[in-house]
């Protein structure tokens, strides 16, 4: 029973192992060159086929995230800074929390990182195989208020629901009418105790009521993100990091 290479390739294929059979030239090489045995050789075939999967399914992840922008918390500076302690960084990134179903409710003025914790802890979510997804308060009532009739939006929903880390950023900096509010808590309802949130606001949860409108509403919203919560509050009269890196003009 004598193969030809492209044989092999071609019934790779059909078993859906396409990037082995693409790379199963070079592994024959290899193997022949290298002596490996024959435990060797399957297994540096399987190996190829999982981290190539895992390659892709990373790429989706990030895709489906939607990050505005990609920072790692690698370079995130402590000195100088009161929103986090090293410790509580190196916490945070166990991503503990996530596994456990806590939300996160990042507090503190323009400027002090609060979008970038968010989407640095988003990241690792991300690489640890956590299906993650980051909207804007803003984008995200647009969403709402669209669902019905824009397939796009119901896309994009039904992503966000089932997503293990929901980042919803900026909440409350705009008021919201009776119909936005219904939607936002029908969100939040859905999401509680399935997935993990992560909200930043510089509107501390006291001032969320105006913004809401309806009190009842309020309440419940706040019952289901307070009741499994983390809260990381930027100090009141800590600079804004943009204002103190700023590039001056003169
Ligand atoms: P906020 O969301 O609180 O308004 P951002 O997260 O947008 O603030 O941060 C503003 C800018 O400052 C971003 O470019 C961010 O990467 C940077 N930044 C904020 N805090 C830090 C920090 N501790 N280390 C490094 N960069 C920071
Ligand atoms: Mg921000």
Redesign the pocket.
Known sequence: MKKTVNELQDQFRQLRLSETAEELPQLLREAEKSSWTYLEFLESITRYELAKREAKSFEKRMKWARFPFV?SLD????NG?N?LTARQLTQLRELSWLEQQYNLIIL??????????AIGLGLEAVSRGFNVYFATMGELVQLLKTEEYLNKSKVQLKRMRNADLVII??LMYMAMDQREANLFFHLINHLYERSSIIL?S?KSPEEWGNMIGDQGITTAILDRLLHRVEVIQ?GENEE???MK?RKSIF
């Open positions: 920072k370079e995130f500076e402590l800074q929103v503190g003025p323009p400027g002090i990182g609060k979008t970038y914790i950023d900026d930043t510089n930027g804004s990091y943009r890196n």
